[in-house]
């Protein structure tokens, strides 16, 4: 599916508590970001994310635009809110491990979604390495195993 076909904002509605962290400690600045990535709100959004922001997810973007290199505000946000969209909507994020020092953080866990054209209930898992500076997003290099979606 292109980017170009598919215009993900009609459907803003957020994930109402989705997030569980498992016990697991999350800095004050991560949980804010995950929070502004689960509302879809553009807005929310920016005001986590340092203006040299530099986001990739790991993936096939040859076949999916929701994979590949992101950089600056309007490229991440566009990403957030209106490509990934088009693929699937996401119900659930749990965190199993949340690590950090300083102002770098991994995070593991598993997403559950529902694909967008199909409706099938889904679940895959992630890592995510972030750092930030003053507590926005600069870098973000996540690893998704869409190979186990399920």
Known sequence: MSSDTCIGTEDRSAVSSGIDVGGNAMPPFVAA?????L??????IAAVLHDQVEWSV???SDQFDLFGPRRGK???IEAMVRIIPC???ISSVEFEH???QGDR???YGQVR???RDTGRAIRFRFTHFMRFIDGKLIVLRAITDTFDAA
Do not use: K
């Open 33 to 37: 970001y995950y929070d502004a990535y």
């Open 39 to 44: 509302s879809r709100d553009p807005d929310r």
């Open 58 to 60: 790991t993936g096939p």
């Open 74 to 76: 309007e490229e991440v």
């Open 87 to 89: 693929f699937f909507r």
């Open 98 to 100: 949340v690590l950090g």
């Open 105 to 107: 953080v991994a995070t």
């Open 113 to 115: 979604a529902h694909q």
